[in-house]
């Protein structure tokens, strides 16, 4: 899932509808699902640093911090140049 949302994040926060595709594709579904995504105004010189600057970030905005905190049994995070999708289930 967050293989393919990652590449969307960037569009998605250029066109000012974060999210949009997460909600588009999963808003039907079964099980509890959420995200955190961000992208960076600058390309970053690889996914993993996109990653640590990003979960930075996230920690520090208490929306996503809250998704951190929350009681979810898993979660896998992907990035894309300079952008990362983090989801959260329960399934």
Not at 33 to 48: C, S, V
Not at 50 to 78: E, G, R, T
């Amino acid at each position: 899932m967050t293989e393919e949302r990652a590449p969307e994040i960037w569009w998605e926060f250029v066109k000012k509808v974060p999210h949009k595709g997460f909600y588009e594709k999963y808003s039907d579904s079964v099980y509890a699902l959420a995200e955190n995504a961000a992208a960076l105004r600058t390309a970053a010189d690889d996914n993993e640093k996109a990653l640590l600057l990003l979960l930075l970030l996230w920690i520090d905005s208490p929306s996503h911090k809250k998704q951190l905190q929350a009681n979810w049994k898993y979660s896998c995070v992907s990035c894309s140049k300079s952008a990362c999708s983090q989801i959260f289930s329960n399934f």
